[in-house]
């Protein structure tokens, strides 16, 4: 069993940054590949960004695209998503994920369906006013 808790969630305004953490419990952390994804008021839950298991690759939703940076300390059992530059249109509930273990390798761009992953964080939100 895996426990993800997303934190670094706030009020911000539009231009500034936050940066998100998501601590995992377990041994398996290493395993897993992480996702970022996000639900705003009144939409589906859409990709954010992935990692790979060692962090070598990564991947981003084009709305994200050169603003967010992903990464991981497998070390500390953490993932993170630096944003940038956040606009207002990034207002949403931010939720962490993490695959199977069991999940056969591929392609990082693979991994922005949901049901690539089995574990997911509570949420922390994020509002980005204008």
């Known amino acids: 069993q895996v426990q993800l808790v997303e934190s670094g969630g706030g009020l911000v305004q539009a231009g500034n940054s936050l940066r998100l953490s998501c601590v995992a419990s377990g041994r398996t952390f290493s395993s897993r590949a992480m996702g970022w994804f996000r639900q705003a008021p009144g939409k589906e839950r859409e990709f954010v960004a992935a990692i790979s298991r060692s962090g070598g690759a990564t991947y981003y939703a084009d709305s994200v695209k050169g603003r967010f940076t992903i990464s991981r300390d497998n070390a500390k059992n953490t993932g993170y998503l630096q944003m940038n530059s956040l606009k207002p249109e990034d207002t949403a509930i931010y939720y962490c994920?993490?695959?199977?273990?069991?999940?056969?390798?591929?392609?990082?761009?693979?991994?922005?369906?949901?049901?690539?992953?089995?574990?997911w964080g509570q949420g922390t939100q994020v509002t980005v006013s204008s």
């Open positions: 994920a993490a695959s199977s273990p069991f999940m056969v390798p591929g392609l990082i761009e693979t991994m922005t369906t949901q049901t690539k992953y089995e574990y």
